[in-house]
């Protein structure tokens, strides 16, 4: 098994590609190692030190460190993703698994809402998910859009300016009900 990495706009958030696919859909997050119980592999990979958060997207996993140097943990990580795969195991224990929900919008903006995600889903998601990452519709409210930006996106020093610039002007563009973007 080869197991490819790529650097992401984050540099403390490496993005590895096990050439087989991660999750069948969605995304997890995983911020440290008592929010891993959910995943053998997130509960393995949160052993090795400087390890500070996991997130799984379909074909990838991003880790993102702490101080250490990614020369120090890099083959560690590679060893346990890689003995991961190769035991057959799931990535995600089933019975622990759960749907990301919470959505908090007026049934009357449901339009506005669809859109919304359409656009993230078609014109965001794909370029965020590049550089190992997600970015989640978390509600809107009085013309504010209220996203969330996982994996490698969540610790980005461009996150903001992804936000306020790139996501914020698509939005409002296409939609312009929407004043503001903000992150939660």
């Not at 195991?89 to 019975?95: D, F, R």
């Not at 300016?161 to 973007?181: M, S």
Request: charged share 25%; glycine share 10%; net charge negative.
């Amino acid at each position: 098994m080869f197991i490819q990495t790529e650097a992401t706009p984050n540099p403390a958030t490496l993005k590895f590609l096990p050439g087989k696919v991660v999750l069948e859909s969605g995304t997890m997050d995983f911020r440290s190692a008592s929010e891993a119980t959910a995943s053998p592999l997130a509960e393995k990979l949160f052993t090795i030190d400087g390890v500070e958060g996991v997130f799984f997207g379909f074909d990838f996993v991003s880790i993102t460190k702490g101080d250490t140097d990614w020369q120090h943990i890099k083959p560690a990580i590679l060893g346990a993703i890689m003995e991961h795969f190769m035991s057959g195991s799931p990535v995600i224990k089933q019975e622990e698994a759960e749907q990301l929900g919470g959505e908090d919008f007026d049934e009357a903006d449901a339009d506005i809402v669809a859109t919304i995600k359409e656009l993230l889903d078609t014109r965001v998601r794909p370029a965020v998910s590049q550089d190992g990452g997600d970015i989640t519709f978390h509600g809107y409210r009085d013309g504010v859009v209220y996203l969330t930006m996982r994996g490698a996106c969540a610790g980005c020093p461009s996150a903001t300016a992804t936000l306020k610039h790139g996501i914020e002007n698509l939005l409002r563009h296409f939609l312009p009900d929407v004043q503001e973007v903000k992150q939660v």
